[in-house]
């Protein structure tokens, strides 16, 4: 079972679609992310998480609702997406959220097509 | 405005020979570094770091190089083997408050057999 698992991998939405991506970690970390890779982008931080609590939202569309019940879930909920939020959206887990010397772990990803 | 730069989208290497992948950073606050290794359809997985009290940082084959001074550091890879064909990313962190990651483009290594 690999640490970081999300779900589903692949997701074709239309702009007037709910949809949720899914991220378990089985590490026993404290904090969980979100990241959105787009073509020829840097790797954009959306949400961070700590001990279930946001510490981050990185002006994020309202579009885009994280949630997360406990250390170990985190979702992130779409509706009414933009085609130009196709992405392959990654999550990641950390021991905390001041990584410091710490490191994150990636989940696959969900690459996210709008249509 | 993009702190972390990986200006070579992509490079090609002989097998047996060495990689060297590039990263500038503006930030002189940062003082933690990663390169993470990415496969296609596969997240990305952390391969070595480096924090700002060192220079040098070797696991392997794999060493990082860091000049604090002119914002730069350097992934070699050697030898090179075909298995590391792959996206680099670069990655900093340091600055407070949040602590965030960092993450430069990416740089695609084609390791020819």
């Known amino acids: 079972e690999t640490g970081v698992t999300q779900t589903p991998r692949h997701l074709v939405m239309g702009m007037t679609n709910k949809k949720s991506l899914k991220c378990e970690q089985h590490?026993?970390?404290?904090?969980m992310y979100w990241y959105k890779q787009s073509a020829k982008k840097p790797l954009e931080l959306m949400f961070v998480y700590n001990f279930k609590e946001q510490t981050e939202n990185n002006s994020v569309p309202s579009r885009f609702s994280p949630e997360c019940p406990n250390s170990s879930h985190l979702f992130l909920h779409l509706h009414t997406l933009q085609p130009e939020d196709s992405a392959l959206y990654l999550c990641?887990?950390?021991?905390?959220?001041?990584?410091?010397?710490?490191?994150?772990?990636f989940g696959s990803g969900t690459q996210l097509s709008v249509l | 405005d993009q702190q972390v730069k990986q200006n070579s989208p992509s490079l090609s290497v002989q097998e047996g020979r060495i990689s060297i992948l590039n990263c500038d950073y503006t930030n002189s606050m940062f003082d933690y570094f990663l390169w993470y290794k990415k496969y296609p359809a596969e997240g990305p997985t952390f391969l070595i770091s480096?924090?700002?009290?060192?220079d040098k940082n070797e696991d392997g084959r794999f060493t990082v190089f860091l000049n604090k001074s002119a914002k730069h550091l350097s992934l070699h890879i050697v030898p090179s083997q075909p298995g590391d064909s792959a996206v680099y990313f670069c990655a900093a962190s340091g600055v407070r408050p949040g602590n965030q990651f960092y993450f430069g483009t990416g740089t695609s290594l084609t390791v020819i057999p």
């Open positions: 990641a887990s950390s021991p905390s959220d001041s990584p410091g010397n710490e490191k994150l772990f």
């Open positions: 590490l026993g970390h404290n904090a």
């Open positions: 480096i924090s700002s009290i060192k």
